[in-house]
């Protein structure tokens, strides 16, 4: 789970007691107070120092394991907190549908692009459509006008209330990426920014996994990106059905386990407006 801010405690000013007859003079007592006469005078300049917008710049990408990344609409600090209160895409938007989720961590997109991909089978094919809309085609979705800059990443279980499968168990997995500025923009809380369909996949023979990935197609054949496709090493074993997720640096994927079952992945994206950039991704399965 992400990891929730305790409430800070305001800062009292001290008072010191006053004298009375016969005090026995001492000298912790006199050091005492000098000591927290002199944290009064450096009150200011440390309130100064821990509000610099560099300060949270930095404590955001340490605590996310993110690198240096281009400039952002929003103080730092707000994106600290946005990102650290535990707060996830469901919780102001279909709320009722949440189960469960998972925060897996932050990645980068640097390219305006990103292929979505439900195979995590190297090499991954980039689909040849060269369409103004993204297209599926066989699942896979290239993703233009994606809006650059810190990325994360969680992993939401939901039920799926109004799915078209009538023989669907009624949950379903979901990747859920957004941009790190999403939650600060108000047109998302009010319900401007939806998430709209690009189309589905489904894998109608039985297969044995429900897996999909995000990868910013400027480093899909880093070696960084490469461990992705390194299945062996994070999925697990085959009986073993709980969700596992891997991040790198520009991408993020995700693997669970199936006994059989044929799948439907389906894709969607959130644009800040109708001709923005896009802000949010999901990629989900549910069981045929």
Same mark, same amino acid.
């Given at each position: 789970?992400?990891?929730?801010?305790?409430?800070?405690?305001?800062?009292?000013?001290?008072?010191?007691?006053?004298?009375t007859?016969?005090?026995?003079?001492?000298?912790?007592?006199?050091?005492?107070?000098?000591?927290?006469?002199?944290?009064?005078?450096n009150?200011?300049?440390?309130?100064?120092?821990?509000?610099?917008?560099?300060?949270?710049?930095?404590?955001?990408?340490?605590?996310l394991?993110? $690198?240096?990344?281009?400039k952002? #609409?929003?103080?730092?600090?707000?994106?600290? #907190? #946005?990102?650290?209160?535990? $707060?996830?895409?469901?919780?102001?938007?279909?709320?009722?549908?949440?189960?469960?989720?998972?925060?897996?961590?932050?990645?980068?997109?640097?390219?305006?692009?990103?292929?979505l991909?439900?195979?995590?089978?190297?090499?991954?094919?980039?689909?040849?459509?060269?369409?103004?809309?993204?297209?599926?085609?066989n699942?896979?979705?290239?993703?233009?006008?994606?809006?650059?800059?810190?990325?994360i990443?969680?992993?939401?279980l939901?039920?799926c209330?109004?799915?078209?499968?009538?023989?669907?168990?009624?949950?379903?997995?979901?990747?859920? #990426?957004?941009?790190?500025?999403?939650?600060?923009?108000?047109?998302?809380?009010d319900?401007?920014?939806?998430?709209?369909?690009?189309?589905?996949?489904?894998?109608?023979? *039985?297969? %044995?996994?429900?897996?999909?990935?995000?990868?910013?197609i400027?480093?899909?054949?880093?070696?960084?990106? $490469?461990?992705?496709?390194?299945?062996?090493?994070?999925?697990?074993?085959?009986?073993?059905?709980?969700p596992?997720?891997?991040?790198? *640096?520009?991408?993020?994927?995700?693997?669970?386990?199936?006994?059989?079952?044929?799948?439907?992945i389906?894709f969607?994206?959130m644009?800040?407006?109708? %001709?923005?950039v896009?802000?949010?991704?999901?990629?989900?399965?549910?069981?045929?």
């Amino acid at each position: 789970m992400g990891k929730r801010l305790t409430n800070a405690r305001s800062i009292c000013s001290c008072v010191s007691p006053h004298l009375t007859p016969h005090v026995i003079f001492s000298w912790y007592e006199l050091l005492g107070w000098g000591i927290l006469d002199y944290a009064g005078n450096n009150l200011k300049w440390f309130n100064h120092v821990i509000m610099e917008d560099t300060v949270w710049k930095y404590a955001c990408q340490r605590d996310l394991q993110v $690198s240096d990344t281009a400039k952002v #609409a929003f103080q730092w600090i707000d994106h600290y #907190a #946005a990102a650290f209160d535990g $707060s996830h895409t469901y919780m102001f938007q279909q709320q009722e549908k949440n189960i469960d989720w998972m925060r897996i961590g932050a990645f980068s997109i640097d390219s305006h692009a990103a292929l979505l991909s439900e195979s995590l089978v190297a090499p991954l094919r980039i689909p040849k459509e060269a369409t103004k809309k993204p297209v599926v085609s066989n699942g896979c979705c290239l993703v233009k006008n994606i809006k650059n800059g810190i990325w994360i990443a969680d992993l939401q279980l939901v039920q799926c209330r109004v799915c078209d499968l009538h023989s669907s168990d009624g949950t379903m997995q979901t990747l859920d #990426a957004k941009h790190i500025e999403l939650f600060l923009n108000k047109d998302f809380h009010d319900g401007t920014w939806e998430y709209e369909a690009l189309g589905s996949y489904n894998i109608k023979k *039985p297969a %044995d996994r429900a897996s999909g990935g995000i990868f910013d197609i400027l480093h899909l054949n880093e070696e960084s990106t $490469s461990v992705i496709f390194d299945l062996k090493s994070w999925v697990g074993k085959n009986n073993d059905w709980q969700p596992k997720a891997m991040i790198t *640096p520009h991408a993020v994927a995700i693997n669970t386990f199936l006994q059989d079952k044929g799948i439907q992945i389906k894709f969607h994206i959130m644009k800040a407006g109708k %001709d923005g950039v896009v802000v949010a991704i999901r990629i989900s399965h549910q069981l045929l």
